[in-house]
């Protein structure tokens, strides 16, 4: 063979050997670490494109954001355990907050939120004295009077001047006067889809008995799974598969547990109507959102601590007013939400029609003395600092770190947790109160997104399998 | 140096048809290993060329 010939071959074959050898090495990343990043309006195969269409607007400088929440994805190459996200941005609005959040139920469709950017503690850690302690824990008080944040924690003072933002503090919470009741209650409301809500026990069994139906309006399995949740997390989980029956029940009974408020989780797609809840507990305070079916009696009440209330509804039948307190909100469109803020604490709903969604920062309860709302105020838009007589602020938040006029942030998430589907996992940039179509009081623009991928290294995985080979 | 050239795209028509065989047998495999760096579309493109120029 001429020696030309042969070394052409040679070449060519190489070049093709050290192609797919780059190609594998970036499927396998035998590093365990790896990063893409983009300019967020160039989206590329790993990090995808911000949706939906009609909340942004792609432009030179990166993609402005017109309406809360927007999504992305990341599809990673293989499997990793954790994903660090640095977004790149800048936040004129009057959205004081900023939430970069990774989809950990898509059934519940919850979202792990991480700050990005809050405006509010910013301005107040210019102001007021700040400690910094352990795990980048800050607290902020009006008058200096703690010197570390674990003083803080050793002498607590009143809960209610308190708030809370990117930090979980576990708080006595007890009813004065609650007594438990010796008969069951029936809750005869229409529920659609998925709630949660916060009762409350003492020296009582925790049961709850739910009476469901599957509309079967989609073709897909509509399992339903119950949790419950202690202020130490989840005590309790049961699954009902979906078994083709119209109607289920299903029901949970926990007995031996201390007294206090505790969550319980009802998960189910929005296929799946609760018919009934029966249960002792009188304490019944549906967290944040409400979406009563139809089919429910007409002129229906509900009670709220919430300092903002929105209405939506994709039912053109349920189109009419809503009256929170004295004023109105004027559901006049599908598929929209409308807002207002509440004048008192509690604030009373009136639905005029079911199938409305209601939504707010607090809990919604069938009657005023069931509000029972574990949770400290949130450092957020609704947060009344001076009103609310808030003189302390815990936060595990850092802050933005700013240059050439655009700020970034990263917020770190465990994958192993996360909801994937097709390989990809969903995440979303929130900026509360920003609506598409409103006057936002600026702009919110993303110019870049950086996702650092970190997962077990290809020795690690050789080496496990040696130690553990048959996965024991 | 013609012979030399023509020797050179009937090679590189070899590798290149092998190359979209491994590619598309990688992509089948282990979706968006190659698609996720390269658009194989351009790498037909090339190896159609090629074979043109070989065959005349």
Known sequence: MDKNILKIRIILWLILAIIIGWFSYFKIVPTGKISYAIAANRPNYFIGKLTPEDRVTAGQAGVTVKGDPVYFSVRPPRRFTRAKVTVKFKNTTDSPVVELGLLNDKMAWNYELKPLQNKIIDQLSLVWPTVSGAAGARLIEREKKYNTVEQFLNSLPPTSEIALYDYILKTEFKLADYKPRPESRVIDYNWRGAYQFYTYIKNEALAYIFDFADLNLNQDSDPVRIKVYSQDGLIYEKRIADDDASERQVSLKITDLPEGAYRVSFIANDDIITKKIISPQSQFALINKVWLADGNAKNLVLYTNSREVSAQTINPASLSEVKVGGRAINLNETHKQFSILTGNRPETIALAKDDIIISGDGVFALAADSLVDPRLPNVDKNLEINQGKINYILTGYQGAKSADGWLSAAADFDLTKAYQENGKYQFLLSLPGLKAGEPAGGEAVIKEIKVELTGTSLAEKIKKYFEQPYGN | ?56
């Open chain 2, 1 to 56: 140096m013609g012979i030399n050239l023509k020797i050179f795209f009937q090679e590189l028509f070899y590798v290149l048809t092998a190359a979209i065989l491994l590619f598309v047998c990688l992509e089948i495999i282990w979706p968006g290993m190659t698609l996720a760096y390269f658009n194989l579309n351009y790498l037909l493109l090339l190896w159609l060329s090629d074979g043109i120029i070989v065959l005349i």
